[in-house]
């Protein structure tokens, strides 16, 4: 039946559908529990329930090519298009790369101190991963050729993540040197990942089943010690990410700009409840950019940086996949060395971007840097699951942290920022309205104090 029209003539807009994705995270945690209950009162009938576990990793590892090849072609996109402003596109780029970096380095410096899921010690039946882990051993020269794929489109079929990586760089530089006459094919790629993660969203509703297969299967297997271990590792991680917002954010935010991180984030209290009930920074995006204007960081560093950030400045999802990745291979028996954790470091800092926002994003992500160099681990995805929706909580407010930090700090660099605002809003005399979202008169002083001058920008 054709939509209603409006008065002019016009249809209605079809209804937005309801976001169900909360009713997914409840059904994770009920299969969580009652996996756990399967393996304390029937360990036999538990362990014959990996199957299932492994068929949901399986689902998993069926997107990572296509969602890294679209995530890094448009990626290298971004840049460019950043790149053109100059000054902040560079600061804010500059300051994302090194930012990920650390927070990389954090997660495996923290993970080698406490070894998470050391005393699990599962046996790994690495079936067809251990097939595919046989050539590790090869030499340099012939892990070199490895990457290059027999043709353009083999590196999907034969699920070879390095080689997805070479060829989506490749055709993410040509694109960039096409130009103007590259962007059809941007927007291309741009609808192909909105089907994929489409995909990859009505897999992630399987994630119960999932769940609770994995949890099933290793609760039997090895009781009450899977239990400590995931609580370890999850509270590791929660510590891990309110050290890296309070400790390292807040040094840099006062060594640079002399603002106290307690004053932003407060400032900021209602989207970070947002982002609490959603799991998600991506929620909180529209709102971040409205206040980081309204605090008196100006338009186009806003509109460059805080967007930028969403897929490059990912410091919540850096640490999960560092920490998390050695979890798995602890818990597996078979711990990544030092060499494996570096080249590791080297992939999760390119592939980590663009995983903000999308539900099972950062799971893809994990079973890709894993697969890409030790596949007979990604199996292990599956003991991660049941708790990523408690992880994701602290990827998602770390994420939203670090983007705020860094659109004061690339706004304080660049010289377009308003301080005195900045002080009238963090002591709350200039209220952000809540109703329209807007300020278009930002850079004005409040209409109690008028400013002759204008505004003034950081000294």
Known sequence: ????????????????????????????????????????????????????????????????????????????????????????????LGYFMVMSTVALAIGLLVGNLIHPGTDLDLDAHKGEGAKQAQGASEGTADFLLGIIPKTLVSAFTEGSVLQTLFVALLVGFALQAMGRAGEPVLRGIGHIQRLVFRILAMVMWAAPVGA????????????????????????????????????????????????????????????????????????????????????????????????????????????YLTMASLFIANALGDPLNIGEQIALLGFMIIASKGAAGVTGAGIATLAGGLQSHRPELVDGVGLIVGIDRFMSEARALTNFAGNA??????????????????????????????????DDGHGAAPEAEPSEAGPSLTK
């Open 1 to 92: 039946m054709a939509a209603a029209e409006t008065g002019a003539g016009q249809p209605t807009p079809a209804p937005k559908r309801p976001d169900r994705s909360h009713y997914l995270y409840l059904a994770v945690i009920v299969a969580v529990a009652l996996g756990i209950t399967v393996g304390f009162l029937a360990p036999g009938v538990a362990k014959d329930l990996k199957p299932i576990g492994t068929g949901f990793v399986n689902l998993i590892k069926m997107l990572i090519s296509p969602i890294i090849f679209c995530t890094i072609v448009l990626g290298i996109g971004s840049v460019r298009k950043a790149a053109k402003v100059g000054a902040v596109g560079g600061l804010a």
């Open 212 to 319: 609770f297969g994995a949890i099933a299967a290793v609760v039997g297997e090895t009781g009450g010690k899977a239990l400590t271990a995931l609580a370890t590792i999850m509270i590791a991680f929660y510590i891990t990410c309110v050290l890296f917002v309070f400790v390292v954010l807040g040094a840099i935010l006062k060594l640079f700009t002399g603002m106290n991180i307690f004053r932003l984030l407060r400032y900021l209290g209602r989207e970070f409840l947002l982002i609490l009930s959603t799991s998600s920074s991506e929620t909180a995006l529209p709102r971040l950019i409205a206040k980081m204007e309204h605090l008196g960081v100006s338009k186009p560093v806003v509109g460059i940086t805080v967007p930028t950030g969403y897929s490059f400045n990912l410091d919540g999802t850096a640490i």
């Open 405 to 438: 930090v860094a659109t004061v700090l690339v706004g304080t660099w660049t010289k377009e920022i308003d301080r005195e605002r900045v002080e009238q809003v963090l002591a709350g005399r200039v209220p952000f309205d809540e109703q329209t979202l807007l």
